[in-house]
């Protein structure tokens, strides 16, 4: 089953507004967790690295005041785009580490924004 | 960059096995992984292999790795309709980053 549960699958949103997206670790506490963004038949692009209890660390060339990260529980982080433009638009994926040590990545099912 | 690299498409014939291949560039890469795509929905852990192993079976899928060449493949037996989507190869560049692939999309056709 899941591990990592995301929500919304999809949204659509007008030019402006703020969205948020919500990334959970079900049945297991995540420390760690990490937001990518898709583009169309691209491959995923790490946008940051979200502590909980701290501040997310951001990569080169990702608007930390564009796109909020807020780490508040060891089973959910949250990703707010905010001021979202049409260039926004793109599919969103959270994952996050499951257990201790050298292990796998596993993935929520994405979110679909769309900024009209 | 892609420090990962694999080919953009597969076509193969239901029944038959379908193989992915993929190169990667850190030599220091703990875990290699391929993960699936559905259209619309996120991504599903396939498998991975630790760098130490050359192999690894799960039912359908073998993992090849040659550490010598940085070449990992994903070979998939009886290859179903089911079996179609994308395909993205990753390496761990530290125990959780991780830098994919641009992916392949595999088409299983009658």
């Known amino acids: 089953g899941a591990v990592v549960s995301q929500h919304p699958s999809w949204v659509i949103c007008k030019s402006g507004t703020s969205v948020k997206i919500e990334c959970r670790s079900l049945?297991?506490?995540?420390?760690?967790m990490f937001w990518y963004r898709q583009f169309p038949k691209q491959s995923l692009m790490l946008m940051a690295t979200?502590?909980?209890?701290?501040?997310?660390?951001?990569e080169q060339g990702v608007e930390k005041d564009k796109f909020l990260i807020n780490h508040a529980s060891l089973t959910l982080s949250t990703l707010t785009v905010t001021s979202a433009h049409p260039e926004d638009s793109s599919f969103y994926i959270c994952?996050?580490?499951?257990?201790?040590?050298?292990?796998?990545?596993?993935f929520g099912n994405g979110t679909r924004l769309t900024v009209t | 960059g892609e420090d990962v690299e694999q080919s953009l498409f597969l076509s193969v014939r239901e029944g038959d096995s379908s193989v992915i291949n993929c190169t990667y560039t850190?030599?220091?890469?703990?875990?290699l992984y391929w993960y699936k795509q559905e259209p619309g929905a996120g991504l599903q852990l396939l498998t991975y292999?630790?760098?130490?192993?050359d192999m690894k079976q799960d039912q359908r899928l073998t993992v090849l790795l040659n550490k010598k060449d940085k070449h990992l493949s994903l070979r998939i037996a009886d290859t179903q309709t089911g079996d179609s989507a994308i395909y993205f190869c990753?390496?761990?560049?530290?125990?959780?980053?991780?830098?994919f692939g641009a992916g392949t999309t595999v088409t299983v056709r009658a």
């Open positions: 049945d297991f506490q995540a420390t760690t």
């Open positions: 990753a390496e761990s560049i530290n125990d959780y980053k991780l830098s």
């Open positions: 979200s502590n909980e209890g701290s501040k997310a660390t951001y």
């Open positions: 292999i630790f760098s130490n192993m």
């Open positions: 994952s996050a580490k499951v257990g201790w040590g050298l292990v796998p990545l596993h």
């Open positions: 850190d030599s220091s890469s703990t875990y």
